[in-house]
């Protein structure tokens, strides 16, 4: 009995997950289109698609099956064939077809049937204009016969050509004598001036030259162009080389008094040295990126004040970011200093690349000393009041970081809340703690 | 490899381009260039390295309102020019300008071949003017382009336009020749509209050659211009005086910072967890 309760509960059940089974299906394919699978619907992002798709269950559809079809047997004629050929085809019932008549309209294939017009001459023109040392008569006449019946496909009139003669030699000859014909036959100058050949002739001597060059090129072995890469990459390193004296030239000037102090520190025991040749990668770096900038300025021989000023902003920009060029800028701003100079003296330039340096240096601190603030945060676990000194430095913070600093005042009430590390804005943080755990 | 651009050859430098660290490092005063278009003519230029001349130059327009005189399709008279900062005469650096109008102008390209460098016209439409340099041989022969939007219409439409306040809108800008032949210097030097810097001692500059020139009136300056009084005054003194102060402020955070920077770097580490 139990076990009839137990079979009759699970009959119940499964039925009713049966049921809930077969009811889900049919909910579904009615949701889903049918045709493509669930899957592949819901790639679409279960929305219908735009374009109409195939509708996959014609696909497997046999087509249609129309009624009988039914073939004559017909003759027909071409119209592009000049002797008076007929030939039987088989046509089918599809196209009209009153018994036996052929259906309307040419041998469809007809019309492909396109030729060149080569001009024909007389003899008088040929007495009058067409006279060449180099060609015979019967030669011309034989070379516009092959261009006829070959379509001004040189390559194979060359080859059909009773006499070697070059592809190059037979073009010359063709398009010299239609040049001559035309300007003979022409009316006035003017008619033909837009003809193609009158308005570049062929010129044998840059086609052979051309092909000759163009086969060079493709019959270089491997060998010969590595070579002519290595002649190149060598070009290019010479010219960096005298673009780099320049530039050490340049840095030599600029750093001479950097390196007087290095020179100073040397005397003094290694632990100074250090922080000295810290200091002067961090010098040449920016100064190396003005050197070229001003090395390249004077390559010109002209050149506005405020491009100068241009290039040098964006080589100072180089290694910033867009967030802090625009915070960068905003800064200049709050100062009530033009973005651009409205008066670009030299000295006025010099003074305006000066602040926006310092402006970078500046913003480079804050970003400091917030990393800083997170490392200790990081360390105290939200706990605030044990540290003595950190409450005034909290409250220096925000004060000086009021230029566009919002985000530091956010970071400390979300410090305050939660005692963890802020979270989105800041990666930096986060990196920090898990390292030093 | 063929290089389009002028090939230095120090005097006192070594063939070979490596030898740098051996070079001497006081450089050369004078160096001799090739420039590209006389590849032919092989002529040798010397320029003057170290010496950086500039040309301070103020462009724009002048717009008046024409009143009652306007019409549908002229309805402003305008005057665009380039002049010396200070007034003086550019014809000693400057070859022509050429204006490039509007495609609507008759004739849009406008060339001024002695000064006062200036175009006027008449019309009802703003738009931007190209403003093409040109220098005399000696000093570039490159061409320097300006722009400038040609402004009608003043900032505030309050009321009717008034015929004797025109819309003035003036550009400062400084053409600077970083490496000025010793022909061009010798000639300059002098000129009350180029600023040349104090020379280096034992410069030799040759004779000053004059060039043509090209004015028929007898001054090129536009100290007496008739619209001189609507010329606006650029001075550096203002900017300097905003920019030594911009400067201060920022460097007294600055010292702020990184004083707070040494004060932290004392803390974090009397707190750091055991184990």
């Keep these: ?437 | 490899m063929s290089q389009s651009q002028t090939l230095p050859l120090k005097r006192h430098q070594d063939e070979n381009p490596r030898d740098d660290d051996s070079s001497d490092i006081k450089p050369s005063r004078l160096k001799i260039s090739l420039p590209s278009e006389d590849s032919d003519k092989k002529i040798l230029i010397k320029r003057v390295k170290d010496v950086e001349i500039c040309v301070p130059i103020v462009y724009g327009t002048i717009a008046f309102f024409l009143g009652r005189k306007a019409s549908e399709s002229q309805s402003h008279k305008w005057t665009v020019y380039v002049r010396g900062a200070s007034n003086e005469d550019l014809s000693a650096v400057v070859k022509r300008v050429v204006f490039q109008l509007h495609p609507s102008f008759n004739n849009p390209t406008r060339v001024v071949e002695s000064p006062p460098f200036e175009i006027s016209e008449c019309g009802w439409g703003e738009f931007e003017i190209a403003i093409t340099l040109f220098f005399h041989s000696d000093a570039c022969e490159k061409q320097l382009d300006l722009y400038h939007h040609l402004k009608l219409y003043p900032e505030d439409e309050s009321g009717p336009q008034n015929t004797k306040r025109p819309v003035v809108i003036e550009s400062y800008n400084e053409v600077v020749f970083p490496e000025p032949s010793e022909a061009f210097l010798a000639r300059v030097q002098n000129h009350p509209a180029v600023v040349v810097p104090r020379l280096p001692d034992g410069l030799n500059l040759p004779s000053p050659v004059p060039v043509e020139p090209m004015n028929d009136k007898e001054r090129g300056d536009t100290k007496d211009h008739p619209l001189n009084h609507w010329f606006l005054n650029f001075s550096e003194a203002d900017e300097l005086l905003k920019l030594a102060a911009a400067r201060q402020q920022v460097q007294a955070h600055i010292v702020k910072l990184r004083r707070q920077l040494t004060l932290m770097e004392g803390l974090p580490q009397s707190k750091q967890p055991s184990g």
């Design chain 1, 1 to 437: 009995m139990d076990a009839k309760d137990i079979l009759g509960l699970h009959k119940n059940s499964f039925p009713s997950s049966l049921d809930n089974k077969k009811s889900r299906p049919p909910k579904e394919s009615q949701r889903k289109p049918d045709g493509i699978s669930r899957e592949v619907y819901a790639l679409t992002g279960g929305m219908p698609p735009l374009m109409p798709s195939i509708d996959a269950s014609q696909l497997k559809k046999k087509p249609p099956t129309h009624e009988k079809v039914t073939w004559q047997w017909l003759p027909f004629t071409n119209s592009a064939r000049k002797d008076d050929l007929h030939l039987y085809h088989w046509v089918s019932h599809n196209v009209r077809v009153v018994n036996g008549v052929l259906p309307t309209g040419d041998y469809s294939f007809a019309k492909y049937n396109k030729s060149v017009d080569i001009i024909k001459y007389t003899d008088e023109e040929y007495e009058k204009y067409l006279t060449d040392p180099m060609w015979t008569k019967e030669e011309t006449n034989e070379l516009f016969d092959l261009c006829e019946r070959f379509d001004l496909r040189f390559v194979v009139i060359a080859d059909r050509f009773p006499s070697s003669r070059t592809v190059e030699e037979l073009k010359d000859r063709y398009y010299s004598v239609l040049r001559a014909i035309l300007l003979a036959r022409a009316a006035s100058s003017g008619d033909i001036a837009t003809h193609p050949i009158i308005k570049e002739p062929y010129n044998v001597s840059q086609e052979m030259e051309r092909k000759r060059a163009l086969s060079m090129v493709l019959s270089q072995t491997r060998q010969q162009e590595k070579r002519d890469e290595e002649v190149l990459i060598e070009a290019k390193r010479i010219a960096e080389l005298r673009m780099a004296s320049k530039v050490t030239e340049q840095s030599q000037l600029a750093v001479a008094s950097n390196a007087d102090a290095e020179l100073t520190e040397r005397a003094v025991p290694g632990e100074t040295v250090s922080p000295s040749n810290v200091q002067l990668p961090q010098m040449v770096v920016p100064s190396a990126d003005n050197a070229s900038t001003l090395a390249s300025l004077r390559m010109l021989r002209v050149y506005l004040r405020t491009y100068a000023l241009e290039q040098m902003v964006q080589a100072s920009n180089a290694t910033a970011g867009v967030r802090t060029i625009k915070r960068v800028e905003q800064t200049l701003q709050d100062l009530g200093v033009n973005l651009k100079p409205r008066v670009p003296t030299k000295a006025v330039c010099a003074e305006h690349l000066e602040l926006r340096r310092e402006i970078l240096t500046w913003l480079n601190l804050q970003k400091q000393v917030q990393y800083k603030e997170a490392e200790g945060s990081s360390f105290r676990d939200g706990s605030y009041g044990e540290t003595p000194g950190t409450p005034k430095d909290r409250t220096f913070i925000p004060d000086s970081l009021n230029f566009g600093g919002e985000r530091v005042g956010k970071k400390d009430q979300k410090r305050k809340g939660h005692g963890a590390p802020p979270t989105a804005a800041h990666k930096r943080p986060r990196k920090q703690k898990a390292s030093d755990l």
